[in-house]
């Protein structure tokens, strides 16, 4: 029997970092082929690193990671276990390494987002996703939107799997988001979501087209 296997390509988005990232992500790359890297001119913000790596990713499937390493990489082969069956599988942490105010604050904004979106999905935020790349290019990105990426994979009539995944304590770095940004500018966000729900374009075509 022959088993086809795949590469697995590894692309690091520097969201404008003013530390020494660029020099180390620079030196990884350099001694493997198949690591390869974005360079923010400055921060543009969450979200629009996880656009560019959609717009520059070219292979079948795509998945995601914060650089704090909360969640682990090896958890990837729990999502990855499922990812052709769906167009988006995403993480739930388990037993939240995190400081009591932000387990609150994300905790009230995912109750909140879902009584908007209707998505059904417990944690969001969870940096840990394997999306199917055609899906993942469909999405039109715009600020905050990483906060509802499995409901845009819905929106586009997609497929979308929770699956537990590990979590740990934050060993560098700071939080990017306090309670503001978790609370009411989401809040806005979910109005926008409700606009283009309703406007949204979903089509077939037969065969013969």
């Known amino acids: 029997m022959t088993v086809a ?30 690591f390869s890297y974005i360079h923010f001119t400055t921060n543009y913000g969450l979200s629009a690193a996880i656009k560019a790596g959609f717009d520059y990713v070219e292979t079948e499937l795509l998945g995601y990671i914060d650089a ?6 090896s958890d990837f082969n729990l999502l990855l276990e499922h990812a052709s069956d769906y167009d988006l ?64 994979i819905q929106l586009q009539k997609g497929t979308v799997l929770q699956i537990p995944v590990q979590h740990y304590p934050r060993l560098a770095g700071s939080p990017k988001f306090g309670v503001w940004n978790r609370l009411a500018g989401p809040l806005l966000d979910c109005f926008i979501f409700l606009w283009m729900k309703k406007r949204a ?9």
């Open 5 to 34: 296997i795949k590469k697995t390509m590894v692309l690091f988005i520097n969201d404008g970092s003013t530390d020494n990232s660029t020099l180390i992500i620079n030196e990884i790359c350099s001694r493997n082929n198949n």
């Open 68 to 73: 704090d390493l909360q969640t682990s990489p």
């Open 89 to 152: 599988v995403t993480g739930i942490r388990i037993n939240r390494q995190d400081k009591t105010i932000k387990k609150l604050s994300s905790k009230i904004a995912n109750a909140t987002r879902r009584t908007f979106t209707k998505d059904g999905i417990e944690d969001t935020g969870c940096p840990l996703k394997v999306f199917k790349t055609s899906s993942a290019k469909k999405i039109p990105m715009f600020k905050g939107l990483h906060r509802f990426l499995p409901a845009m």
């Open 201 to 209: 374009i979903n089509y077939q075509i037969t065969p013969k087209s």
